[in-house]
């Protein structure tokens, strides 16, 4: 779900410096919440820290593929100014950029960003959930720090939740052992775990447990989506922002039970490991090696019945989602034309072949919507149905489907391109918004990234988009201020999407009859 670097930029990024330590001789402060208490750090500019705070239970040992347990209280003053290990996974991506005390299978943390003076407030509550499809990833990366949202007034928090086979792995033992009949979705049950944390503690922090928006990209952005459609934590959202990707096919899709748990035995057998017991006696680092094996792959959801009794599409379609306002939107080059004509050259007798292995019978009608009569137009063609395929078809289709949600859809295109890395590298810099680039730019952290040479006008875009966010999550509404006006996306018979770029802008949306095509498509090959 992320592309990798060249080693200069991956070399660059980990030499990348935290945000500001917290000011020494500051009296560090100290907050109540049901299981004891925390001492945080103060930042700089006054923001109080408070880093891994255990939500759940330790997912080990007999707990090891459980619904997280609720966490233990302890006696005295936890200090709470070092962020929790990250979860098992392998170094798959090399843009992450790690603040974790280490990785371990106890891994369930979370942190909290306040506002200086907070106390006795009811501020908004922002909950953001990473990206790094369901196999990498961590709350404690720099690209997610909560420090600049909070000096606009909003309560922070970012999570860890289980990964891989850890966080996904269903089995007939595991679902015969279940009060719920139910196995396979435990990362995703942490995050449900994690937002009521945030229901019964957050108000310790200044926040308001009754204002609380979820948030994420790429994989964070699916989970967003699989939370709105899960009974366990629809109640506790007030709003829902996704940066591309939507739990829906042809990006991830839920598998049926039956089918989760047939791959499970799968893996059981690939690992040797003939029963429940044995897969739960192997040591973490052998199971995360036996994930790594070619040919394993891991979904991040079953219709389990418990968390997911039905497929997120379905449950939008019925109208049983929270009802509540979604920011939403996707990049201008989430993947390129090099992933649709799979190393071929750009040339129109390549892309028709494409479009056919695609499309089949419904090529001619691809082409018609994304030309391909020249090279060029194989590119630029090429790179937004790569995109689309990927994962801004399924962005697209949640929003579709939440338009009859009772309440206000936002939709963006994210159009601004990275600057060139200060150490330059082979390839030349992409020529238009790459998959999570939007991060840092939104949540106000691009000076954590010293990998790119950011000029005034990264400053200006990431001003505005986070402003918008900021109102968004205050509000349910991004506008507010002098920004540009954004319009709802489906107020009219005109479809608005906020083009953001130095100057955002809103305009009709880009690619609308590409996408109701895709959606046709898609829906015809639905129980095929």
């Known amino acids: 779900m992320r592309a990798r670097l060249s080693l200069a930029v991956a070399i660059a990024l980990r030499a990348s410096p935290a945000p500001a330590p917290a000011q020494s001789g500051v009296p560090r402060p100290v907050v109540r919440i049901a299981t004891g208490l925390l001492e945080g750090l103060t930042a700089p500019g006054g923001v109080r820290e408070f880093r891994g705070i255990p939500f759940a239970a330790p997912p080990v040992g007999p707990l090891r593929w459980k619904p997280p347990q609720p966490p233990a209280p302890w006696k005295g003053v936890r200090a709470a100014d070092r962020f929790g290990p990250r979860c098992m996974q392998l170094p798959i991506f090399s843009d992450m950029v790690f603040r974790s ?53 909003i309560v922070v928090v970012t999570l860890n939740y289980r990964l891989g086979v850890f966080g996904f792995l269903a089995h007939p033992e595991l679902t015969a052992e279940s009060p719920r009949h139910a196995s396979g979705d435990y990362g995703l049950l942490d995050q449900a775990a994690a937002l009521r944390w945030v229901r019964r503690n957050i108000a310790s922090f200044g926040g308001n447990p009754r ?10 952005s699916i989970s967003v989506c699989a939370q709105m459609a899960s009974p366990l934590s629809r109640g506790l959202i007030a709003g829902a922002i996704g940066e591309s990707g939507g739990m829906i096919r042809p990006t991830f899709a839920p598998v049926p039970l039956a089918e989760g748990e047939r791959r499970g035995v799968a893996f059981a057998d690939s690992a040797r490991a003939g029963s429940l017991a044995a897969l739960r006696a192997l040591p973490a680092e052998s199971l995360l090696a036996a994930s790594g094996r070619p040919g394993i792959g891991w979904l991040p959801a079953t219709v389990d019945g418990y968390f997911l009794p039905e497929a997120p599409a379905d449950v939008f379609a019925a109208g049983a989602q929270a009802r509540v306002p979604l920011l939403v939107g996707w990049n201008s080059q989430e993947a390129d034309w090099h992933a649709l004509l799979r190393g071929a050259d750009s040339t129109p007798r390549s892309y028709a072949a494409a479009l056919d292995r695609l499309f089949g019978a419904q090529a001619p009608e691809a082409e018609r919507l994304f030309p391909g009569a020249t090279p060029q137009q194989v590119m630029e063609s090429g790179t937004l149905l790569a995109g689309a395929t990927f994962i801004a078809y399924s962005t697209w289709k949640w929003a579709e489907l939440q338009r009859h949600g009772g309440q206000a859809v936002y939709r963006y295109y994210y159009t601004h391109p990275r600057p060139a890395p200060k150490v330059p590298g082979p390839i030349p810099p992409p020529a238009g918004a790459v998959h999570s680039a939007e991060i840092e730019y939104a949540l106000g952290n691009l000076a954590t990234n010293r990998v790119y040479a950011w000029t005034a006008d990264d400053d200006s875009v990431s001003a505005a988009m986070e402003a918008y966010f900021a109102n968004f999550v205050r509000t349910g509404d991004p506008n507010g201020g002098r920004l540009p006006r954004w319009p709802a996306a489906y107020a009219g018979d005109t479809v608005w999407s906020m083009d953001i770029d130095v100057r955002p802008r809103a305009v009709p949306a880009p690619h609308e009859d590409g996408y109701r095509f895709l959606d046709r498509f898609y829906r015809s090959k639905e129980g095929s």
């Open 101 to 153: 005390d280490g990785m371990s299978e106890d891994c369930l943390y979370l942190n909290v960003w306040a506002p200086p003076r907070a106390a006795g407030r009811r501020l908004p509550v922002l909950v953001y959930f990473f990206g790094g499809g369901f196999v990498g990833g961590d709350g404690s990366e720099l690209r997610y720090d909560g420090e600049s949202l909070a000096r606009r007034g």
């Open 211 to 220: 204002h609380v928006t979820i948030a994420g990209e790429s994989a964070g």
